[in-house]
């Protein structure tokens, strides 16, 4: 019974990988039969080949915009649990502050980044500005509702204790908000190394959406493929430990 188990779930994983694989070997015969130009559809191989002949550039890059996403994201979580945690203590502060937010969420991000690049120069300032404005609001949510949505009968035990506000937020509303909170962290993982690539995509002078765009400029798209796949990969790559993270700090879970 217990291989059984096993070989369903090596099942879950290998269905995927064979599909892949095989839309993979489609588009490498479906290329090169309709002879296909490179500047139009490159084939897999070529794609490829790219990551080996290009690897230094490539890689140059890619620390560039990861050093933006990693920063822009720290800050971001800095940020929201600051404000989160001042939201939960003053209500006044999230009176004030909380319908701002909502409605600052309306703007397009792609509005934003030449923005950040006028005020702050083609560097790398404003892209992690820009990412931390893609990650904030989604953490800053989460956290707030975990924090809100606390089981008012804990709450009253830990009234009926005459616990102070600090010991009922430390003992209670911050380990039960762990999960809300790691729910944010997760959306803005996705979308973190995108928003950085997006930001120096419309102004900058290295990472991998200025790669990008000189590759596309050049009609080079076995590159663009390239680093699209690099940016898809440590997206996923940031989800995981989103997701590790969690499980080491919420054991219970």
């Known amino acids: 019974m217990k291989s059984l188990k096993i070989t369903d779930k090596h099942k879950d994983y290998l269905y995927p990988i064979i599909t892949f694989i095989s839309l993979l070997i489609l588009w490498q015969v479906i290329v090169e039969v309709r002879d296909i130009p490179q500047y139009i559809l490159p084939t897999p191989i070529d794609i490829l080949k790219v990551f080996i002949e290009d690897y230094q550039s490539l890689f140059d890059n890619t620390m560039v915009t990861l ?12 940020l929201a649990l600051a404000i989160g945690v001042l939201m939960d203590f003053l209500p006044i502060v999230r009176k004030c502050l909380y319908p701002i937010l909502l409605v600052s969420q309306t703007i397009p991000t792609i509005t934003i980044a030449p923005l950040l690049i006028i005020w702050f120069g083609f560097g790398t300032l404003p ?48 380990p039960m908000s762990m999960d809300k909170l790691f729910s944010g962290v997760k959306i803005s993982a996705t979308y973190m190394v995108v928003a950085a690539t997006v930001a120096e995509w419309l102004g900058g002078t290295e990472g991998l959406g200025v790669y990008m765009v000189r590759a596309k400029s050049a009609y080079a798209l076995d590159k663009v493929f390239a680093s699209t796949i690099i940016v898809v990969i440590f997206s996923l790559i940031f989800v995981g430990l989103s997701q590790i993270a969690k499980k080491m700090i919420i054991r219970h879970k």
């Open 67 to 78: 050093y933006e996403t990693v920063l822009g994201f720290s800050l971001a979580l800095a």
């Open 127 to 174: 892209k992690i500005l820009m990412v931390s404005l893609t990650c904030f609001f989604p953490i800053l949510v989460s956290f707030v509702d975990g924090l809100e949505n606390i089981d008012k009968d804990y709450l009253n035990l830990f009234k009926t204790m005459k616990s102070s506000k600090i010991n009922t937020f430390m003992h209670l509303k911050l």
